[in-house]
């Protein structure tokens, strides 16, 4: 079993800044891959970034590559991803999950299949 507790969203300026963190408990950091997604009101969740075990491969939706940098710190338990250049749109509840199983490439990443457990979420609210 994995408990994921997300935190660092607020309400922030368009062009702004947030760092997200998701701390996990119950299993070694090391032992699981970890993705983000968001999802806004009325829309499908949706993928933001994902990081494997190791932290030397990452994965990003094209909606944020270039404006967010996901990384681990795999002694203290903890996922981040730091946003930056924040749109309007980016505005949504941030999830991050916990996958268990071995799998390669971004397809797998990016999937919601691909994960085990969740957390509760975050808000992320962009005003313009």
């Known amino acids: 079993q994995v408990q994921l507790v997300e935190s660092g969203g607020g309400l922030v300026q368009a062009g702004g800044s947030l760092r997200l963190s998701c701390a996990a408990s119950?299993?070694?950091?090391?032992?699981?891959?970890i993705g983000w997604f968001r999802q806004a009101p009325g829309k499908e969740r949706e993928f933001v970034a994902a990081?494997?075990?190791?932290?030397?491969?990452?994965y990003y939706a094209d909606s944020v590559k270039g404006r967010s940098t996901i990384s681990r710190d795999n002694p203290k338990n903890t996922v981040y991803v730091q946003m930056n250049s924040l749109k309007p749109e980016d505005t949504a509840v941030y999830y991050c999950?916990?996958?268990?199983?071995?799998?390669?490439?971004?397809?797998?990443?990016?999937?919601?299949?691909?994960?085990?457990?969740w957390g509760r979420g975050t808000q992320v609210t962009v005003s313009s």
């Open positions: 999950a916990a996958g268990v199983q071995y799998y390669s490439g971004s397809y797998a990443y990016s999937n919601e299949g691909s994960y085990d457990y």
């Open positions: 119950g299993r070694a950091l090391s032992s699981i891959a």
């Open positions: 990081i494997n075990r190791s932290g030397g491969n990452t």
